[in-house]
Every structure is written in structure tokens, then in C-alpha cells.
């Protein structure tokens, strides 16, 4: 794979990248990190990186996308916060048509379990898992009576 960095002169992402709503999250100082777990945890591809020009080493933006969806991250933090918040009070939910390939990869890739991956009262099959970052993940399975295509969930 080839990453590119993105310039103040690059072209815009994707456009089907970019609707809806974008979580865009600071991972302090472990952006490429995560852009790495993410492609194994789940599937990611890389969109782009933007490095700090004074620190290469530094993420000031970069983008990948998960199963049709954008993740916008950046190393940085506002002035004067020494560190950056821990995530809390939400989750990335991926609704898919295979749960059990998308749970057994993340957990593969380092991912640890908070619900276990099984049937739910309103027919799917749902379980949530942690990455080593903090973020909380959720597998959604569309149940037999839930229409996977307009749910947007493909394997």
C-alpha cells in the first residue's frame, strides 16, 4: 500500500468518503500507530497523512476509511492541554454482514472484549469489543429479519 501525504495543495479526499457525520479524534502523539492496527483490526485503508512540517513524526491530520466510512485523526492537541482527553460516553459501530470475520479479526489484531459477540434481543448480533487505544468498537450483525442491504452492511 502507498500512503500518500496529503498537502495543502492536495486534491479533497474521496468524495464518497466524506458525508454524514466524521468522528475526528486525537490520539496524542499515537495517530500512526492506530492507522496501522486499524488496517488489521479492520480492514482500514489509508486516505492520507498530513505531517507536522516542524515534526514529520507528528500527525497533524490524517484520514482512513472503514467499511465505506471516514476516520479523520490527528497527534495534536489544543495549546495548553498537557494531554489529551480519554474517550467516553461513545462508540464506532460498524454494521456488517459477516460479524463473525470482522470480531475475530479485531480480536486477532489486539482488540479486547467489553460484550461478547452473540444474538440480541432485537435480532441482531451485536457485541462490542476495546482497541489499545481506548476506543470502543461495536460488530452489528443485521439479523435474518433486518435487510442487510439497506443497512448498509456488505461483508
Known sequence: MTTETLTAAASR?????????????????RAAEAIDFYVRAFGARELGRMPEQANPDILMHAQIEIHGGALMMTDCRAPGVSEAPKPQ?????????????????????GCTVVMPFEPMFWGDRWGMLRDPFGLDWAI????????????????
Open 13 to 29: 479526499p474521496e468524495p464518497g468518503t466524506m458525508r454524514g457525520v466524521i468522528p475526528y479524534i486525537g490520539f496524542d502523539g
Open 140 to 155: 452489528d450483525e443485521p439479523g435474518p429479519g433486518n435487510d442487510a442491504n439497506k443497512t448498509g452492511a456488505n461483508t
Open 89 to 109: 460516553g461513545f462508540h464506532l459501530q460498524l454494521v456488517v454482514a459477516d460479524g463473525d470475520a470482522w470480531w475475530s479479526r479485531a480480536l486477532a489484531a
